[in-house]
């Protein structure tokens, strides 16, 4: 008996959100060249779905102002679908206009989280998501409605899965059918995880829902696991784990891409992603952004990448 | 129903190893005075097994040399197993002499690791191991067996199982009861260790059977998670995540002490170790050491340290 992971044949879908919420705290520019160039790299590399990019304020934001711009060059490979990041209905139109594939609605479940990056209340949120709908009726371009702060809030603490399931709910009620569970600042665990992702399945396909987590307290592996077992099959990643936390310096990022196609691998969970070229990716990353990466993978190799033996290093060096 | 845990009030033990496997590749020399008080705030913070040094030769690992100063100068809480770890009779002659309480016996599962690590046959570890039997027999002192490599060698690759249950038998056919499993360098993933524990737990109870994890490849917490939900109730893990691999630098190392305490209390699971006080030394490591360290939790907090929303930061600097 394996008491983990019984339905381990099913295909996880892994979404790189890299160049969204890996870059968007980095402090250093990076060129619109170069995220565009890391969009196409991602795009060849067995993703099917790519965050290219947010639409908030340039002030809010300076280091996503060239959103525009970069989906106007990313060269598209059929079957991906390019998704950007929205916060209201002004950064709704403009990634209309930019031709993004998918509109990623994002509020915080936390009143206080939500004024602090959105500078509204939640009702006021999901409001103007309400307006969104109709904008991409009739359109190929599709929805989807995350939750930030899903499993804690660094500002109010522990938020109420009730809540979340009402905004959940409500995100389906005007008609946006896909939801992102996120944890936007690593607090989750995953027995939380298990019981949230159990109640929202509840709601909606395992197609329509996604799992976004930070390795912030070092969980993030231990959640996916417990959210693939209780049915997940989509999860956010970044490349190299990019994505720190502003209120925890030097602490992890995202979940880290590689890090989980290898454990996918390794368990013999198919991603479709190809892991030599993520690797060879994540280790240009401290060239462009200036500084070490927290994904371990790219450090530590794959376990096949096995080491010669001492005596074998020693007669090489002869 | 939650899928995951589902024995989750049973207490976890938390065997501490920074002082032996988390400074034994440090490059700078630490102090006999810091180990001793780096060992005495450990013994304080509710461990109840902490592996305090080796007794290997000074030539193979300097930065343990003062193991015997180490046993002599500590202070003793009552209820705490002071554990070292030995290669070989020597090693165990020496441990004795120096008031350890148990001996920690350890060998590879690989060959080729053996070789390297021990510089002998996996049979000759063995048979110094059943040497080394009498020299405790009547008195307290406790042996426990390790097979390191057990889920993979960073020359060979992928280990056998049965081969790790055969040295597994015959630490116990020499009088050798309790035992663990090492994933030296961070090569086991959940399945693996799921189905490795349950078949080991066949031969010894769990308070018998210890697990080793490192973090190398981001999988250390996970592999708790699957080896707790097969049975396993103690588990290493070292101060800061110290350790790191020598074939992966940068790499993090052991699994982090206060990470796996942190995800404890988060899901429900009893450890008795101040969690507070842990926090408070790992973030004293940099200093001791003249480096960051991989854990996490000493960087992000535990969840219930919030943050002020940034208009309450705002007044707060008015």
Known sequence: MIPMIRNFSERLIVQEVAPRDGLQIEPTWVPTDAKVALIDQLSSAGFTRIEAGSFVSPKAIPALRDGAEVFA???????????????????????????ADELNLVMSASQTHNRANMRMRCEDSLAAFADIVPLTAG???TLNGTVATAFGCPFEGAIDEDRVLAIVDHYL???????????????????QVARLVERVLGR????????????TRGLGLANVLAAYEAGARRFDAALGGL?????????????????LVNLCQEIGIETGIDLPKLIAM????PALLGHEVPGQVAKAGRNCDLHPAPWERESAAA
Chains 1, 2 share one sequence.
Do not use: K, W
């Not at 008609?175 to 995953?190: C, E, Q, R």
């Open 243 to 259: 994505g720190g936390c502003p209120f925890a310096p030097g602490a992890s990022g995202n979940i880290c891409t590689e890090d």
């Open 173 to 191: 009620a005007i008609g946006i059918g896909a939801i992102t569970l996120a944890d936007t600042t690593g607090m989750a665990n995953p027995r």
């Open 204 to 215: 909606l396909p395992a197609s329509a829902l996604t799992l976004h987590f930070h390795n």
């Open 73 to 99: 060059r990313i060269r598209r490979q059929p079957g991906v679908v390019y998704v950007a990041l929205i916060p209201n209905m002004r950064g709704a139109q403009r990634a209309f206009q930019a031709g």
């Open 139 to 141: 359109t190929a371009v």
């Open 282 to 285: 994540s280790r240009r990353l």
